[in-house]
């Protein structure tokens, strides 16, 4: 298993790296847009809809990326629509959440199917923005959500249940704790200190995520940092929920060791658009 998981990690690296640095943005474009697509596919699956329908969600996914790239909303996207993104994942999230496993099941099937293919057709917009404004400020969001998850790891380990006494959501994730969230918390504010001192001190090309809270005081930073570490956590809660619903381990196994694409993507689905959204709103 562990040399599976390395195997497909270098192989990603092999594609993403070149593409993240590629002096035009296509490259990345149509990468990610793969990716999407095959999430799409998997949420298809996830969802219990024909074989069929789920490629269709992919073909759909796939148009949308392109319409929104031809309305140039890739360089200008209307801040309402930003809104509305983390409004969605706001109020869904924490829906789900509270209402569990079970609860996802009573929606119908189509509502859904339709509700998961606009999330990753947002994500995949807000994803191939950030691009735009610069590596620099892309990789800080990303890295924002795998220092929630990589100290959220350890902390649970080290310290889960030695703390707080009730688990975070034991009916969708009963691996979760709540000292892995703070865990999770504090390593999102330790990788954002240290990147906007770096950014202060190289002064790259473009700004990065952390840089531009910071620059509006700590009133500002510290909520909106809170707000991102929480909702990285609830992606994951999410994806976890609706694999549970469906009975399924992983999303698919399209990723050797890793499972399936939306597994590795969970987290990064609400958060890209809240990035947008708190860099349009804030």
């Given amino acids: 298993m562990l040399k599976q998981r390395v195997i497909t990690a270098l192989a990603l690296l092999a594609l993403l790296l070149p593409a993240l640095f590629a002096p035009h943005p296509w490259p990345f474009k149509v990468l990610t847009v793969a990716l999407i697509a095959a999430g799409a596919w998997e949420w298809g699956r996830l969802n ?26 890739l ?13 969605s994942w706001v109020l ?11 609860g996802w099941s009573l929606w119908p099937r189509s509502v859904r199917w339709w509700t998961g293919l606009f999330l990753l057709a947002l994500a995949w917009l807000a994803l191939a923005q950030a691009h735009q404004r ?7 969001v990303l890295v924002l959500v795998w220092a929630a998850d990589v100290f959220a790891y350890f902390f649970g380990r080290a310290l889960g249940g ?4 009730v688990k975070l959501a034991p009916t969708i994730s009963p691996g979760k704790s709540w000292e892995g969230v703070f865990g999770g918390v504090l390593g999102v504010f330790a990788v954002s200190w240290l990147w906007t001192i770096f950014d202060q001190s190289q002064a790259p090309s473009s700004a990065s995520f952390y840089t531009l809270l910071w620059a509006r005081g700590i009133g500002v930073a510290v909520p909106a940092l809170l707000f991102m570490s929480a909702m990285s ?14 009975g399924m381990k992983d ?22 658009p809240l990035a947008m959204m708190l860099v349009a709103w804030i």
Avoid at 134 to 140: A, E, P, R
């Fill in 233 to 246: 956590v609830v992606g994951d809660l999410v994806e976890s929920l609706v694999k549970r619903s469906a």
């Fill in 134 to 140: 610069g590596v620099n400020f892309l990789l800080s």
């Fill in 251 to 272: 999303s698919s196994g399209l990723l050797p060791g890793h499972g399936g694409v939306l597994d590795r993507v969970d987290a990064l689905l609400p958060t890209l």
């Fill in 92 to 102: 869904l999230g924490s829906w789900m959440v509270q209402r569990g496993v079970s």
């Fill in 48 to 73: 219990g809809v024909k074989p069929v329908q789920a490629w269709l969600g992919s073909v759909v996914c796939v148009f949308v990326c392109a319409m929104s790239t031809l309305a140039g909303w």
């Fill in 75 to 87: 360089e200008a996207t209307p801040p309402l629509l930003w809104l509305l993104a983390g409004s």
């Fill in 162 to 165: 030695r703390i707080f006494a």
